[in-house]
C-alpha cells in the first residue's frame, strides 16, 4: 500500500497500453517511454506490462505503508527518500513509513516508477493505463490526487529474492540501493535541442522542395500546446506544393502530421485512432522514448533514417533490454 501525500503536476498510472480496440475508437495509451517503464519493472522483478507511476515533470510525495522494492528510471526529477538523495536505474530497497520525493527537473521530464508486485487497480479492455480523456483505467480513471491510498499486487519469486539479497545490507538505513547498476548504453541521454530519426511519411514527396528540406534542417520547439496526445511544434511553417483532398487514416505513435497551419504535430501516446492532415514523417521506434522525455519549450531536430536502418536499431536496443533481464537473473544466482 502506498499513499499520495503530495500529486505533483502529473501522475498517472500507465502499463504497455491498451490493444485491439482502435477499431471501436478507443486509443491505445499506456507509457510514453516504453523503455523506462519495461526497466523499472524488470528491476523490482514485475512482467514488463506491470503498471507503473509514471511522472510528468513536478513528481509526487509517495509514503510506503510495508517494506518494498521500487525502481526510477526515465528523466532525472532528482528524487530522495526521507531527505536523502537516491540514485536512478536502480533497485533499491525501502522500509516501512519511508517517502520518496521529486524535486526539480534536472534532465528528461517523465519518470516511471516501478514497485515490486505492480499497482493493483482493475484492467478495463485488458489494460490497467489511465486515459484521462475517457476516465478509464488506472486509478479510479484519473491522474493521482493527494490522499490516495493505492494498494500493491502480491510480489514476484524473483522480487522476494532481491529484497532477501538487499535486505542483508540494511543497517540502521532507511533504504538500501543495489550495488550493481545496468549497463550505461541503456541510460538515455536527454537533452535540449535532441536530434531524432525520423522515416518520410506517406505524403512527404507531396510537400514543397523547401517544405522537404526544412523538415530537415530546421530547429523546432515543443510548444505549450503540447500534452500525451502530441507535441505541437513551432518553427518553419510546412506546406504542400499543391493542396489535396484527404481522407482519414490511420495513425501511430511517432507520426508527424502537418495541419492548414503548417507547424507539425508528433502524435504520442494518447493519440487519437485515425488521422487527416498530410504524413510528412514517422519517428523511428527506438527515438520514441527519447521524444517521450521532451519538454515545452525545449527544441528538437529531425534526421532521416531509412527503414531497415530503424529495425536494426530497435532491434539491437531489444537484445540489450533482454541481455538486462538475464544479467539480473545471473546477479541473483550468485546471492544463493
Known sequence: MITIKKPG???TIQDLGRYGFQKYGVVVGGAMDTVAHRIAN???GNEKNAPTLEITLMGPHIEFHEDTLLSICGGDLTPSINGEAVSMWKTIYVKKGSELRFGAAKAGCRVNLGIAGGLAVPSVMGSKSTYLKAG???????????GDKISTDSISGVAQHM???LKKDMKDQTFVEAEWSIASELIPAFKNDQVIRVMKGRYYSLFS????NAFFSSRFDVSTQSDRMGYRLK???LSLAQPIDMLSEAVSFGTIQVPSDGNPIILLADRQTTGGYPKIGQVATVDLPLL??????DTIRFTEITHEEAQILLLQKERKIQLLKKAIELKLNEGE
Request: net charge positive.
Open 163 to 165: 529484497m532477501g539479497q
Open 209 to 212: 522542395t523547401s517544405s522537404q
Open 235 to 237: 518553427g518553419v511553417p
Open 292 to 297: 517521450a522525455q521532451a519538454k515545452p519549450g
Open 9 to 11: 503536476l502529473l501522475t
Open 136 to 146: 478509464i483505467g488506472g486509478f479510479n480513471g484519473g491522474a493521482i490526487k493527494q
Open 42 to 44: 524488470l528491476l523490482v
